[in-house]
């Protein structure tokens, strides 16, 4: 083999292996069912109102599991991603409750008032999509939690009616979170 073969084949290899990295699909949401608990709090998700949430890692099974890890709450998802990423883990995708594609509740049961909640494939989307409701006065199965929506005219009227702050996903910080689940 000559050295223009050599660095030939080189090269061929090395953009077949790029473009196997470009190409890579985006997994598509899961329906949780009742043997879905969180990895965080263990609760089961469907039986619990608010938000859920799925983050898919690549290359990487979740709290000993396959993917998706698996949350009943926006922000247990945030912090569980922040700690995995910090271990060098890539995420592949990161799926939250769309509150405008769902028919949702808002009620109140013991003195708290809380959101129903949507543990089918359909309700979830993207979370870099979404306009995050944060710390409102509704809360899920966690507390105040981050509650998405795919349209920010209905996030925009859901704090209006609600209280609580506006974030997109890249808006999102450890301090946040923090806030959100008391430490």
Same mark, same amino acid.
């Given at each position: 083999?000559?050295?223009?073969?050599?660095?030939?084949?080189?090269?061929?290899?090395?953009?077949?292996?790029?473009?196997?990295?470009?190409?890579?699909?985006?997994?598509?949401?899961?329906?949780?069912?009742?043997?879905?608990?969180?990895?965080?709090?263990?609760?089961?998700?469907?039986?619990?109102?608010?938000?859920?949430?799925?983050?898919?890692?690549?290359?990487?099974?979740?709290?000993?599991?396959?993917?998706?890890?698996?949350?009943?709450?926006?922000?247990?998802?945030?912090?569980?991603?922040?700690?995995?990423?910090?271990?060098?883990?890539?995420?592949?995708?990161?799926?939250?409750?769309?509150?405008?594609?769902?028919?949702?509740?808002?009620?109140?049961?013991?003195?708290?008032?809380?959101?129903?909640?949507?543990?089918?494939?359909?309700?979830?989307?993207?979370?870099?999509?979404?306009?995050?409701?944060? %710390?409102? #006065?509704?809360? /899920?199965?966690? +507390?105040?939690? @981050?509650? !998405? =929506? $795919?349209?920010?005219?209905? %996030?925009? #009227?859901?704090? /209006?009616?609600? +209280?609580?702050? @506006?974030? !997109? =996903? $890249?808006?999102?910080?450890?301090?946040?979170?923090?806030?959100?689940?008391?430490?």
């Amino acid at each position: 083999m000559t050295r223009r073969q050599l660095l030939g084949a080189v090269g061929t290899g090395a953009i077949l292996g790029l473009g196997g990295c470009l190409g890579a699909e985006t997994p598509d949401p899961v329906t949780l069912t009742d043997n879905d608990a969180c990895d965080v709090c263990g609760m089961i998700i469907p039986h619990h109102p608010g938000p859920s949430a799925e983050v898919f890692y690549r290359n990487k099974d979740p709290s000993g599991h396959e993917n998706p890890a698996r949350f009943d709450s926006t922000w247990e998802a945030f912090e569980y991603d922040f700690e995995r990423r910090d271990r060098g883990w890539t995420r592949s995708a990161f799926y939250v409750t769309d509150y405008s594609a769902v028919d949702y509740e808002v009620f109140t049961d013991g003195g708290r008032t809380l959101i129903s909640t949507h543990p089918e494939a359909s309700a979830f989307v993207d979370a870099s999509d979404v306009t995050f409701v944060v %710390a409102s #006065s509704v809360e /899920g199965a966690m +507390g105040q939690d @981050l509650i !998405a =929506f $795919g349209n920010g005219d209905d %996030a925009r #009227s859901f704090q /209006g009616e609600y +209280g609580g702050g @506006l974030a !997109a =996903f $890249g808006e999102v910080t450890r301090s946040m979170i923090g806030e959100l689940s008391g430490t």
